[in-house]
């Protein structure tokens, strides 16, 4: 079993993204061959700062190792590493329409967002993700809900490259966490939790202090009534719900028993800041520890891109000359 997911490295990461994804992580790391890429060349699509995105990659790194990946046991690399990546992203454009790309949702959303330059990296974005997972003969991408349609074109891709030039790629599914896999925000619980369009208060980041964490749990937006129950009408409620689930590891139903007599909305609030508290807590305590060595985190990153490239290139080799790139025998 094979296991691979990809995180970009800019932006603070938050609640939905440990939730949603980063915990799915290392339970891959538990259930087969987990391989973790921070995608530095995807976030290039957000035009960050050079410095900033350099640093970026490091901050994410040890949020990961501190989330419980262990380097020993999975594979954690930076994308822009390995090089097949992008060589096989450009192999792969041309087995993608122009026109399912400008259907996807995301990038129909972020050239909105970005309106006076919009890229044509942003519009090849969803290429550069199925080639990172082709690449690897992927079985299993831990994802939250957003990134559905990206896996599905992935597999779209791969589909139509076989059958037009052979058998190359392994066809990948998403896993999607049964809670947690759409985290909505703290203030506007009809938007998702993101870096990009919550507000402060809006969005729990990981290395959130517990002080923050109650404050923004207690400023939470809820629904009118006082039932603690999920719902339609009641995106505030049911967002808690959810994220008390996925923190404390039970199902929703669980949380709407146990809070069934509560008096109101305020100490249930309470009652979830706490179970995040206490799920973040070890995370950021590592981090502080792994963070500052940059150079411990550069050896680890590098030892990953040996492994990363060892398992893609052959992969990509034979895409390479299934499609008639390279002189006729082989060197
Ligand atoms: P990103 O930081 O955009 O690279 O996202 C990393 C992972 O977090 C992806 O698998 C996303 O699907 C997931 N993710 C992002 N926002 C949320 C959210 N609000 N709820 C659940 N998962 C999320
Ligand atoms: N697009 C993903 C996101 O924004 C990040 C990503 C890039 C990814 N390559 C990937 C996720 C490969 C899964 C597999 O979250």
Not at 194 to 211: F, R
């Amino acid at each position: 079993m094979r296991i691979f997911s990809g995180i970009q490295p800019t932006g603070r990461k938050h609640l939905g993204n440990y939730l949603g994804a980063i915990r799915g992580y290392v339970e891959g790391q538990e259930r087969g061959e987990g391989i973790y890429c921070i995608v530095d060349l995807h976030a290039l699509t957000a035009g960050p700062d050079p410095n900033e995105l350099r640093r970026s990659v490091y901050d994410t790194a040890a949020i990961l190792i501190a989330a419980g990946l262990d380097p020993e046991r999975c594979i954690l690399f930076r994308q822009s590493d390995v090089r097949e990546h992008t060589e096989l992203c450009w192999l792969l454009c041309n087995v993608a329409s122009f026109g399912e790309l400008s259907r996807m949702t995301q990038f129909k959303e972020k050239s909105e967002q970005h309106r006076q330059f919009v890229s044509s990296g942003l519009f090849f974005y969803p290429v550069l993700q199925a080639a990172d997972i082709l690449a690897y003969q992927t079985d299993e991408v831990p994802v939250g809900e957003d990134q559905k349609q990206h896996i599905e074109l992935t597999r779209e891709i791969a589909q139509r490259f076989n059958s037009r030039f052979g058998q190359t790629f392994a066809l990948p599914v998403h896993r999607i966490p049964p809670v947690g896999a759409r985290i909505m925000d703290l203030q506007d619980p009809r938007k998702r939790m993101s870096t990009t369009a919550s507000t402060e208060q809006g969005a729990v980041y990981i290395l959130d202090d517990a002080a923050i964490i109650r404050r923004k749990f207690k400023g939470a937006v809820t629904d009118s009534g006082k039932e603690i129950v999920r719902g339609a009408d009641k995106p505030g409620i049911s967002n808690l719900i959810d994220i008390a689930a996925a923190a404390r590891g039970v199902p929703p139903e669980a949380i709407e028993k146990e809070f069934a007599d509560a008096a109101g909305y305020g100490s249930f609030k309470e009652a979830v800041g706490e179970a995040v508290v206490e799920l973040l807590r070890p995370v950021r305590e590592r981090y502080e520890q792994i963070r500052p060595d940059e150079e411990a985190v550069d050896a680890l990153l590098s030892r990953g891109a040996d492994k990363a490239r060892a398992i893609a290139s052959p992969t990509v080799a034979v895409a390479r000359e299934q499609m008639g790139i390279g002189p006729v025998r082989p060197r």
